[in-house]
């Protein structure tokens, strides 16, 4: 049986995990909502000015109240300097099945500093400590190294392919799912 204690915060050595804010929209639309690149891996659209990015973050912050669909997104906050960099969320939930799926971002200017693999590590054990998932899936598109790296560092097993997902650029791309069982995170975390 899965709880709901809706987006808590969470602190890292490095991050603050929390739910979006209104003020989040400079450092959002500046670091990942504006960049093609960023926006092209998660599979979402370019929001190109700052009201269409205060648009979204109001969606976001909308669903926290939400009840008919239960989903945990945060923003990723770099310690440091304060800046929206990222954000990483449970976009699917399945009370039924007991599991999650999870999908992250980190814009450009602060890639390969292991601040992804730090958020996903964070929403994991959050998921597994908080919401008591049984299993936890990510997924990335075919021929993005840099998110399998995260997904491999943190400790998931390869699962499958689905071929042609998505369609983009007049090309499909395939979809490469990963998982972790509630077991394996525990021993890989060495809990009893």
Same mark, same amino acid.
Request: aromatic content about 14%.
């Given at each position: 049986? #899965?709880? *709901? ?5 969470? $602190?890292? /050595?490095?991050?603050?995990? @929390? %739910? =979006? ?70 976009? #699917?939930? *399945? ?5 999650? $799926?999870? /999908?992250?971002?980190?814009? @450009? %200017? =602060? ?82």
């Amino acid at each position: 049986m #899965l709880t *709901h204690p809706g987006t808590q915060p969470i $602190e890292t /050595e490095r991050l603050f995990l @929390r %739910a =979006f804010k209104m003020s989040d929209t400079p450092s959002a639309w500046a670091n990942w909502a504006s960049d093609a690149e960023s926006q092209a891996l998660l599979v979402e659209p370019v929001y190109a000015t700052l009201e269409e990015t205060q648009e979204l973050l109001q969606r976001y912050i909308e669903q926290y109240d939400c009840t008919d669909r239960i989903r945990y997104r945060w923003a990723i906050i770099e310690k440091s300097s304060g800046e929206c960099i990222g954000q990483v969320a449970y976009f #699917l939930v *399945h009370d039924r099945y007991h599991y999650g $799926e999870l /999908e992250y971002c980190v814009g @450009r %200017a =602060f890639r390969r500093r292991g601040y992804c693999s730090e958020a996903v590590r964070a929403a994991m054990d959050y998921g597994f400590e908080k919401v008591h998932f049984h299993k936890i899936q990510v997924s990335h598109m075919e021929g993005n190294e840099p998110s399998r790296g995260v997904i491999l560092k943190c400790g998931f097993t390869y699962e499958g392919t689905l071929r042609d997902v998505f369609f983009s650029d007049g090309a499909y791309t395939d979809r490469l799912y990963y998982s972790m069982l509630e077991s394996e995170w525990k021993t890989q975390r060495g809990i009893q």
